[in-house]
């Protein structure tokens, strides 16, 4: 599968910490590819993608704070049907021997029909029982054509 040209793409950096990844779905002939990282520069972005076109969004985390990070949003068409899925986020530890060294966590976004939605990712302070004390950290405004 050929991975379509992205249109004007302008990505955020969360304090250089954010960045997204663009891959097309794999199939089972075609051998895995790496894909270029583009850097986040600012905190709201708009991405275009097709059908079947994935997004990776990463996020310096560090898990030692208590605090958590969350990914989603992805709703709905006219027919309440998903423009887009966000996966559960992976945590990737740091690799050095640095104490409270932030690891990485990632996100894949998958477009799945025509339509626009947002995807936000906010982050939540330890011990907070609900969403009014998260932070919005990143609002990307995914439009999905053929």
């Not at 002939?29 to 520069?41: D, G, H, R, S």
């Not at 949003?73 to 932030?102: F, M, Q």
């Amino acid at each position: 599968m050929k991975l379509r040209t992205l249109r004007p793409l302008m990505i955020v950096a969360l304090a250089g910490t954010m960045a997204l990844t663009v891959a097309p779905v794999a199939s089972a002939a075609q051998p895995a590819k790496k894909y270029p990282t583009l850097i986040v520069t600012q905190t709201s972005t708009q991405v275009r993608l097709a059908p079947g076109e994935r997004v990776r969004l990463q996020l310096s985390t560090n898990l030692t704070t208590g605090y958590s990070f969350i990914a989603s949003g992805g709703c709905c068409t006219d027919g309440d049907l998903d423009v887009a899925t966000v996966s559960k986020g992976v945590y990737r530890a740091p690799t050095g021997n640095l104490v409270g060294a932030p690891g990485t966590t990632t996100w894949t976004v998958t477009a799945r029909r025509s339509g626009s939605t947002d995807i936000i990712v906010v982050t939540r302070p330890p011990g907070a029982q609900n969403t009014m004390q998260d932070e919005q950290v990143a609002l990307i405004h995914l439009i999905v054509s053929e």
